[in-house]
């Protein structure tokens, strides 16, 4: 209980320092990049951020890009976020990029020391639903430096509320930090891009 309510603090503080640096970030990007492109065919899932609320996805952003490797760059790279299956028109962002590079540390094992995995049980008197956040990142598998298997993963979830007993981290607490900062930005993205919906 107490290891969860030190993130669930600490997440929150991070989320308001984001979301005022990318509020203002978003206004400029949005003037340069206010053209409809359609995401590439040959993008892939790459990281996918859901609200969980009981036992069911009440929201999800998603991170779409052409290279699923962080150790790689290209110029030639392609990103594409979605909001609730929606493409929020964001392309060759440096926001994006700069999420689809932070994974490194939590995308594979010889960096994040793995992924524990411990359901917490601690007494609760809200009477609500249980709500968290669940991140989940494309997982790789790495032999003589190729890619030889990836799949989607779940790499850390944090608590909403005292019900939520859902535990997933990795080992490293570098590589935990980071997958922290991730979580944050991309649940302060998808408050500002709702916002923005909601206000045109």
């Not at 503080?13 to 409809?36: Q, R």
Request: proline share 2%.
């Amino acid at each position: 209980m107490n290891h969860n309510l030190k993130y669930y603090n600490w997440f929150y503080k991070e989320l308001y320092l984001m979301k005022k640096y990318l509020c203002g970030t978003l206004v400029v990007l949005s003037a340069v990049f206010s053209l409809t492109v359609h995401a590439s065919i040959d993008e892939r899932l790459i990281l996918s951020l859901e609200k969980v609320i009981s036992d069911d996805v009440s929201s999800k952003i998603e991170l779409y890009s052409s290279n699923i490797d962080p150790n790689l760059k290209s110029i030639e790279d392609t990103y594409t976020l979605y909001i609730n299956g929606v493409n929020s028109n964001m392309h060759q962002d440096p926001v994006l990029e700069d999420l689809a590079r932070g994974r490194r540390s939590f995308s594979y094992d010889s960096l994040s020391g793995g992924i524990k995995q411990q359901e917490t049980k601690a007494s609760c008197m809200m009477a609500v639903l249980p709500a968290g956040y669940r991140l989940k990142v494309r997982y790789l598998e790495y032999k003589n430096m190729e890619i030889i298997g990836d799949s989607m993963k779940t790499i850390l979830s944090v608590p909403i509320n005292c019900r939520y007993s859902e535990g997933v981290r990795p080992v490293s607490q570098t590589a935990e930090l980071e997958a922290m900062r991730t979580l944050g930005k991309l649940e302060t993205l998808g408050l500002i891009l709702q916002e923005e919906v909601v206000t045109k």
